[in-house]
């Protein structure tokens, strides 16, 4: 049997990692309402349900699929954000942070 040299060993290595990280960005669950970061930032999933007392300058239209930190396409139900690392939100969802997206 011949022995790998070097550089095969780590594409090897690459590949594998690149597999597993790939795999975990598909297994992120979806943000908690009632996680700490969301609810000091008033998130709903849904952004009919915001409090409009505590938010008065929300709007129906203002949505997380448009909004500038929202990582995915407006097409996409649940995309990343990084106000949320390691969690998915709501691309009809909305949070005080929302600020529209250029275009």
Do not use: I
Request: glycine share 10%; proline share 5%.
């Amino acid at each position: 049997m011949k022995t790998p040299n070097r550089r095969v060993f780590m594409l090897q290595v690459a590949a594998t990692g690149a597999a597993l990280g790939a795999g975990a960005a598909s297994a992120q669950a979806r943000l908690d309402e009632n996680d700490p970061q969301a609810v000091a930032l008033g998130y709903r999933h849904d952004t009919t349900k915001v409090d409009r007392q505590r938010f008065p300058r929300h709007g129906n239209d203002q949505l997380c699929h448009n909004c500038a930190l929202y990582q995915g396409k407006a097409s996409d139900e649940w995309a990343g954000c990084p106000l949320f690392p390691g969690k998915l939100v709501a691309g009809k969802g909305w949070c005080s942070a929302w600020a529209k997206k250029a275009g």
